[in-house]
């Protein structure tokens, strides 16, 4: 039992009873202090379980997200190595409409330029 703060007024009294009480207020604090300090690592317990489980839901969504993007990336790519490859063929099919188009380009963009 721990030391009391009563301990020295239950040395001055007489009366049995009133020791008694005394003596059980102080073991049930002591008791509620054990349940106290058992909920508290309970509940640490609980806290660390609960961070690993997030922690795991965030490295499998991070995993996910980097092959979502990596598949993203390769589906642009392929489609500007194909963008390319129809400009390129689309020029030597049709050069001097190529050469038109891109003078009427330049044209509008000066003409944009003056204003």
Known sequence: ???????????????????????TVEDQIETL??????LTKLAGKQSRKQGDK???QALAGYDD?????????TELQNGYLRGT???RNTVR???MATVGAAA???LVLALLARR
């Open 54 to 56: 997030v922690r795991a």
């Open 1 to 23: 039992m721990a030391s009391s703060l009563l301990h020295p007024l239950r040395s001055n009294r007489r009366n049995g009873a009133l020791a008694d009480i005394e003596s």
């Open 104 to 106: 009427a380009f330049g």
């Open 65 to 73: 997200l980097i092959a979502r993007s990596e598949d993203f990336l």
């Open 93 to 95: 099919k049709h050069p």
């Open 85 to 87: 490859k129809e400009v």
């Open 33 to 38: 202090r054990e349940e106290i300090a058992a």
